[in-house]
């Protein structure tokens, strides 16, 4: 099982490095990719996970302020890197095309590609779900090789799961993945949406999940410890 780790816009200096020292005692046989701010990529000294971001330019270096770009992240030893997080294209209108273009840099430059897709609760009671997954991920990896397609994970969140503390059940969740399966069948598989150390045995139950990806979680590793002995 993967298990991907999404800090978000938290975490100063001084709180990424007392974070690291309770990080650095986690063991776990599942591959685990920590996905810090840019800020704290540079500081990053962990050696029981992947180095990931939480975002990239659609550009190439440049004159484009406040980017950063895929060459960059390499540079840093960057190995994943989170793309179209349902945070992003609603807070920042982040479109399927920019997404694309993020996806083809990523790769351009070595980094695997977390893709992020999933539906709105209006979305979900309108019986829209499986033309908002098929839309966005065919979108998203226009263009892309076999290869490449295969070498992607994707991620499934539900947006109307995360941080609220609703889950789907494992027929609403397993339906999605074998959705996401049946357009990228290669493709890593991960869950994303309120997963915790309290509903994981149910989650465990879904047979198509590859893996998490946490948010909240993430910055808990203690609980984060409880999660993972469960998994």
Same mark, same amino acid.
């Given at each position: 099982?993967? $298990?991907?780790?999404?800090?978000?816009?938290?975490?100063?200096?001084?709180?990424?490095?007392?974070?690291?020292?309770?990080?650095?005692?986690?063991?776990?046989? +599942?591959?685990?990719?920590?996905?810090?701010? +840019?800020?704290?990529?540079?500081?990053?000294?962990?050696?029981?996970?992947?180095?990931?971001?939480?975002? !990239?330019?659609?550009?190439?270096?440049? #004159? +484009?302020?406040?980017? !950063?770009? #895929?060459?960059?992240?390499?540079?840093?030893? !960057?190995?994943?890197? $989170?793309?179209? +997080?349902?945070?992003?294209?609603?807070?920042?209108?982040?479109?399927?095309?920019?997404?694309?273009?993020?996806?083809?840099?990523?790769?351009?430059a070595g980094i695997t590609p977390i893709l992020c897709c999933g539906e709105t609760r209006e979305e979900r009671e309108q019986n829209k779900v499986v033309d908002v997954i098929t839309n966005e991920i065919t979108k998203d990896t226009e263009g892309l090789t076999n290869e490449e397609k295969a070498t992607l994970i994707v991620a499934y969140e539900p947006i109307w799961s995360i941080g609220t503390g609703?889950?789907?059940?494992?027929?609403?969740?397993?339906? !999605?993945?074998?959705?996401?399966?049946?357009?990228?069948?290669?493709?890593? $598989?991960?869950?994303?949406?309120?997963?915790?150390?309290?509903? $994981?045995?149910?989650?465990?139950?879904?047979?198509?999940?590859?893996?998490?990806?946490?948010?909240?979680?993430?910055?808990?590793?203690?609980?984060?410890?409880?999660?993972?002995?469960?998994?």
């Amino acid at each position: 099982m993967i $298990i991907a780790l999404n800090n978000k816009s938290n975490l100063n200096k001084e709180e990424f490095d007392s974070y690291q020292e309770e990080f650095s005692k986690l063991s776990t046989e +599942h591959p685990m990719i920590m996905c810090p701010t +840019h800020l704290n990529i540079a500081n990053f000294s962990l050696k029981n996970c992947s180095l990931g971001a939480q975002n !990239v330019s659609k550009n190439d270096k440049g #004159a +484009h302020t406040g980017e !950063v770009s #895929a060459t960059d992240l390499a540079s840093y030893n !960057v190995k994943y890197c $989170i793309v179209g +997080h349902s945070e992003r294209r609603q807070e920042l209108g982040e479109t399927d095309e920019e997404i694309n273009q993020k996806l083809k840099k990523l790769f351009q430059a070595g980094i695997t590609p977390i893709l992020c897709c999933g539906e709105t609760r209006e979305e979900r009671e309108q019986n829209k779900v499986v033309d908002v997954i098929t839309n966005e991920i065919t979108k998203d990896t226009e263009g892309l090789t076999n290869e490449e397609k295969a070498t992607l994970i994707v991620a499934y969140e539900p947006i109307w799961s995360i941080g609220t503390g609703l889950i789907p059940t494992n027929d609403e969740i397993e339906e !999605v993945l074998q959705l996401i399966k049946s357009l990228l069948p290669e493709s890593k $598989i991960l869950y994303g949406g309120s997963a915790n150390e309290k509903n $994981i045995e149910e989650l465990k139950k879904c047979p198509t999940i590859d893996g998490y990806l946490l948010g909240g979680l993430s910055l808990k590793p203690n609980t984060l410890k409880e999660f993972i002995e469960k998994l």
